[in-house]
């Protein structure tokens, strides 16, 4: 299975701040993705981390408040700016190993936004 | 988008009962189709998946079935056990416009003792 570190574990943060979290993954993982997991909900996909480019966000994420870098294969950061409360949740990297299509996951970053 | 809807949202069996948690997807293109199960505090852990060329697959208590005409795939957990008790989530992976894998809801599963 795919090893992904990721850090940091939770902090908590006053509104109008900015967080970023990072990841490292082995280099079995080809595809990353940020997911957002609020309280007692799914998960939810925040973006595809793409190498040296921009990335690729869904529907209701923008780069302006979730900027995300992946400069090489193997680390990405997700930054939250600008927070408020609303921001209060877990964020998840997740990396896609080999090319047979199993994500796993980062232990997660418990943010509370104050 | 794809959507992949779960049911039921809460499932309470005794220990030793079978569990059963269905899913359905929109997308006829989804070929793969993997099972999550998150502890409290934990991250998801995927503990099956099946592709679209096989219709069921098992793995000890664990089974997961397939029927790509209908859409429907489902989580079989036999024998259960209380350590089973977890929020289940089953996804869809999904290639339209971009690679990516969507989550069903979770289903709270507690096994009692």
């Known amino acids: 299975s795919a090893v992904i570190s990721q850090k940091p574990s939770r902090d908590i943060c006053q509104r109008g701040t900015s967080l970023t979290i990072q990841c490292q993954v082995d280099s079995q993982v080809t595809m990353m993705f940020w997911y957002r997991q609020q309280p007692g909900q799914s998960l939810t996909l925040i973006a595809t981390?793409?190498?040296?480019?921009?990335?690729?966000?869904e529907s209701g994420f923008v780069i302006d408040k979730f900027p995300i870098s992946r400069p090489n294969l193997t680390f990405s950061t997700l930054t939250v700016s600008n927070m408020s409360p609303e921001d209060s949740s877990i964020y998840l990297c997740?990396?896609?190993?080999?090319?047979?299509?199993?994500?796993?996951f980062g232990s997660g970053t418990q943010l509370s936004v104050l | 988008g794809e959507n992949v809807e779960q049911h039921p949202s809460t499932l309470s069996v005794q220990e030793g009962d079978s569990a059963v948690i269905k899913c359905t997807y929109s997308?006829?293109?989804?070929?793969?189709f993997p099972w999550y199960k998150q502890e409290l505090g934990k991250r998801p852990q995927l503990i099956i998946d099946i592709r679209s060329n096989v219709g069921e697959k098992k793995d000890q208590r664990i089974a997961v079935t397939l029927n790509k005409t209908a859409k429907h795939f489902s989580l079989h957990i036999t024998e259960t056990q209380p350590e089973d008790s977890a929020v289940y989530f089953c996804?869809?992976?999904?290639?339209?416009?971009?690679?990516?894998?969507?989550f069903g809801e979770g289903t709270q599963l507690t096994v009692n003792p």
């Open positions: 997308d006829s293109a989804s070929n793969y």
């Open positions: 996804a869809a992976w999904w290639e339209t416009s971009g690679s990516r894998l969507t």
């Open positions: 997740s990396g896609l190993w080999g090319a047979r299509e199993k994500l796993f």
């Open positions: 981390a793409n190498q040296g480019s921009e990335a690729t966000y």
